[in-house]
């Protein structure tokens, strides 16, 4: 198949497939006795990560054999190829185990390493939240836009500051301070609601490429700003830490505060 050096309606019908597809199988395995095992960092992992993936890995397969896929719990895939689907089928493990209705399957379409389309599937909840580079978010396929705040008015939101250095620490302190409130555990489900308007920063360590190419379509395109925490792009070869505000004012206040550190 040839491409043009964008996305085509053909990846993003892929990428609802891929959603639909893992859906069924959290949906079925969701608020049910699972078998837990521990991942060599210790982190959960349940055959419910390994069944959705595998199915979205295969249909991969079967409409792009070409394209390199890059899950969380399966090796890489093509990893020479330009168009890299970046897969977590499970973002917020722990969120699932406990029943919370905040893990999502984040699918991801990089093109040489930079995110051109992201998908964020809440499957319980049935949200999903779609954006293409240079497009607009939609959820359920209705546009939403984040919601311009200073920081001093905005909620901030990050996963857990147990994976932050004691230096980004500090510096996360210094950010929390200038919020008007903060929350924690919302894993990915904290930049959608960010591009829904409801959240106005996220702030992440730590990080590997499937937990945030995802993300980076679906910010910019409710008008969001998504960076590392030096303001760098996130790609493939990012560090791993995510800066993201809801208008680019309240980000280059983010940065300021997390370049103290």
Request: overall charge negative; hydrophobic content about 45%; charged content about 25%.
């Amino acid at each position: 198949m040839s491409h043009n050096e964008t996305t085509s309606s053909q990846e993003m019908a892929l990428a609802h497939v891929l959603a639909d597809a893992a859906g069924e199988v959290l949906r079925a395995r969701f608020r049910k006795p699972l078998n837990l095992e521990r991942k060599g960092d210790s982190s959960p992992v349940t055959e419910a990560d390994r069944a959705a993936e595998s199915a979205m890995a295969a249909l991969i397969r079967a409409r792009f054999p070409d394209h390199g896929i890059f899950g969380e719990e399966h090796a890489r895939e093509n990893a020479e190829s330009r168009w890299q689907w970046v897969l977590d089928p499970i973002d917020g493990t722990r969120a699932f185990l406990a029943g919370y209705p905040t893990f999502t399957t984040l699918i991801a379409l990089c093109l040489d390493g930079a995110p051109v389309l992201g998908v964020i599937d809440q499957p319980f909840l049935r949200e999903r939240w779609t954006a293409e580079a240079g497009g607009v978010t939609l959820l359920n396929g209705e546009r939403v836009r984040a919601q311009a705040r200073r920081l001093e008015d905005a909620v901030l939101a990050t996963t857990s500051s147990d994976y932050f250095t004691p230096a980004q620490a500090a510096a996360y302190a210094k950010l929390r301070a200038r919020c008007a409130s903060a929350i924690a555990g919302g894993d990915a489900y904290a930049s959608a609601m960010l591009a829904s308007g409801c959240v106005g920063a996220v702030v992440d360590a730590a990080l590997k490429p499937y937990d945030y190419c995802a993300l980076v379509p679906i910010v910019e395109g409710a008008g969001g700003v998504i960076t590392d925490w030096r303001g760098k792009p996130l790609t493939l070869d990012s560090d791993g830490s995510l800066a993201a505000a809801c208008c680019p004012e309240a980000h280059r206040a983010m940065l300021a505060e997390l370049g103290k550190q």
